[in-house]
């Protein structure tokens, strides 16, 4: 499934840790530490030997190192002190874990590896840190153990709905005399266990801050009057909702998806803390040159301990496979990405108060205006549908291609150049994914373009770093759809790219 490549990749560049992923002794995938550590681009030591990064000490463990993968289970294989090799020659000590880890494109190592240089040689020291080490190894596989249960968690129980109202819908459409509105219910519920699938997957990314922000000047009264009605159907009858707006506050510059995020993000989290009901307050206020933004509730509050970890990833209360982990983590992700601040109070039994503080924007917040429905339909434009995953590309060019698009597609960058290259009209746009193997939409554009100046470029990914600036931002001329879309959702794009 393309979201778990997206959510490994994220999840590998927020480990503090170097890691690398090998398919026997080659280096498949390697986090951006890694390459900080060996000196290497990450990019370059991807496809390489990993004797590489080996020193005489550490090749001479490879030959049980080697055998440990190929004959143990699914898990750890331990862990060991050795020596490794900078790319200019210089030997380092670290520490590496390895785990034995199957997937549906085969088995792999994935090794956990630190560096050690500073670790005092005095013998106690030498035994603390040793000792510390193995409590941080410890954290970190329950904190990945929490994220992978609760993951799995969510995305079973999305699957189970998917996978038995399809069978219903089947099952229904093969009858003698199909019920029409019991199809549509039960397709809906499909519909409905996906999109929750997508706004978990949005969750993740936000996280690891791989996602892609639109910033724009809001006004926060206006973001939070707008979410009243859907923060009160998550708190539920018992919990009263008292919103409290701020005079006179200036605009933020702020990506409003990320900003409803984060308020429902924080509504639920009052919720459960509340499971006998109560109020929660949201009030803004200006402050100097920053906007002041609260969610108060009047919960049971957080002891010392467990506020002091209250935005550390993977961290939660709740009992094992219930949760992430990740929504007050991912609160953090979304202001500190917007150039805020974000704190937590909290005492048992008096509830529980988040501040954000955001820098206060100067642009003015545009006027509304009643637009009117964009056009989605084609007009015979030739489409040139570029993705990997044979699925995707199907759906796209179904709904492209019933929209009245000529549509011709291809599985990835050297294809899409070759029919390219024997198509004798014009290709109006290319409509192509971001992370493909072999080549990246990017440079598949660049090199269409450079000899169809007139083709039109639109991107669509769920993973879309390749192509983002500086804190998440979109590169200038960029456009991008995010996946997973709905039929309207990239007829609107394209059509919008074809006249824009």
Known sequence: MEWSAELSSGLLQAAPDAILVLDDSRIVLANDRAGQMYGWPGTELVGQSVDVLLTEESKALVPERQHLIESARPGSI?????????????????????????????????????????????????????????????????????????IAHDFNNMLGVILNYASFVIEEAESPTPDLKAIAADASQVVRAGTRGTDLTHQLLAFARRDVVRPAPLDLNQVIDGLCETLRETLGERITLIVRPGTDLPPVNWDPGRAEQMLTSLTTNARDAMPEGGNLVI??????????????????????????????????????????????????????????????????????????????????????????????????????????????????????????????????????????????????????????????????????????????????????????????????????????????????????????
């Open 283 to 500: 009030d803004t206020w200006r402050l100097g040159d920053q906007v002041r933004l609260r969610v108060c509730d009047s919960g049971e509050g957080m002891p010392a301990d467990v506020r002091e970890r209250a935005f550390d990833p993977f961290f939660t209360t709740k009992p094992k496979g219930e949760a992430t982990g990740l929504g007050l983590a991912t609160v953090y992700g979304i202001v500190t990405q917007a150039g805020g601040e974000v704190s937590l109070a909290s005492e048992p039994g008096l509830g529980t108060t988040v501040t954000v503080l955001l820098p206060a924007g100067e642009e003015a917040v545009p006027e509304k205006r009643d637009e009117a429905p964009a056009a989605t339909g084609g007009n015979g434009e030739t489409l040139l549908v570029v993705d990997d995953e044979a699925g995707l590309r199907d759906v796209a060019g179904r709904i492209l291609s019933g929209a009245g698009y000529e549509v011709i597609s291809a599985d990835g960058g050297s294809q899409a150049l070759e029919l390219a290259a024997r198509h004798a009209g014009e290709i109006d746009l290319l409509v192509s994914d971001v992370v493909m193997p072999g080549m990246l939409g990017k440079e598949l554009a660049e090199r269409l373009v450079d000899v169809r100046p007139s083709t039109r470029v639109l991107y669509m990914s769920g993973y879309a770093q390749p192509i983002l600036a500086s804190q998440g931002n979109l590169d200038p001329g960029v456009v991008l759809l995010e996946k997973p879309f709905t039929a309207d959702d990239l007829l609107t794009a394209v059509r919008k790219r074809l006249d824009g």
């Open 78 to 150: 331990g862990t060991i002190v050795t020596t490794a090799r900078r790319r200019d020659g210089t030997e380092f000590p670290v520490e590496s874990s390895t785990t034995i880890v199957e997937t549906p494109q085969g088995r792999f190592a994935v090794a956990v590896i630190r560096d050690v240089s500073d670790r005092d040689q005095a013998a106690l020291e030498h035994d603390r840190l040793r000792a510390e080490a193995h409590r941080h190894r410890a954290e970190r596989l329950e904190s990945l153990g929490q994220l992978a249960g609760g």
